[in-house]
């Protein structure tokens, strides 16, 4: 983060540019800016529809983190985390269309249901806590391979990986500057960097 940002919770009232927090501590500020978290809500679905969020953060019963695991008909594009959202919006699309166009011949419900249970196992298993059932971090290629498969697509070209995970650490390590990198792709395996 930029030295004059600091991260902050608790905060009790604002006022006239002085933040006062719940431990009594007071600071002035010329931003704020509240980042007050996510949480999966769908008010506009009836209840009928059979979809709960547990621990706030995950949504169930989804297969493939995308298919309502009893009416796959119904869809929920977008809920993994910590991905490049336009690549997985692709994939899970495309794998979508295929069900619903009929070309995919999807498990069992019993199925769904033992392969969504696994994925949490699996991820408890991994230390990630039951509100972190959609995050996919270390995660993402396997479950882009997983789609691209399912879908019958070509998967996410590796180079192109490559480069998302790099530019994903320069942004953990200089979050200021690392937009400013360009990438070239030499082949299907190799890449360029120019920096800044």
Not at 44 to 69: D, N, Q, S, W
Not at 123 to 145: F, N, S, T
């Amino acid at each position: 983060m930029p030295s004059n940002l600091e991260q902050l919770a608790g905060i009790e009232s604002i006022e006239n540019g002085t933040i006062a927090f719940k431990d009594g501590e007071k600071r002035m500020a010329d931003v704020v800016m509240l980042c007050t978290g996510y949480e999966y809500v769908y008010p506009f679905l009836a209840p009928e529809c059979g979809i709960e969020v547990k621990h706030r953060m995950r949504v169930t019963p989804i297969y493939k983190h995308l298919l309502h695991v009893h009416r796959p008909s119904l869809v929920l594009v977008g809920l993994p985390q910590l991905v490049p959202p336009f690549v997985v919006f692709h994939y899970q699309v495309q794998y979508a269309l295929k069900v619903l166009q009929g070309f995919t011949k999807l498990p069992t419900v019993e199925g769904r249901l033992a392969d969504e249970e696994s994925e949490i196992r699996m991820r408890l298993d991994m230390g990630l806590k039951p509100h972190q059932a959609h995050q996919m971090g270390g995660l993402l290629a396997g479950y882009l391979e997983d789609l691209a498969d399912l879908a019958g697509v070509e998967p996410f070209p590796s180079v192109k990986y490559a480069i998302l995970m790099e530019s994903y650490f320069k942004m953990k390590q200089d979050l200021m500057n690392y937009k400013k990198y360009n990438y070239r792709i030499i082949d299907e395996d190799d890449y360029s960097v120019t920096e800044p």
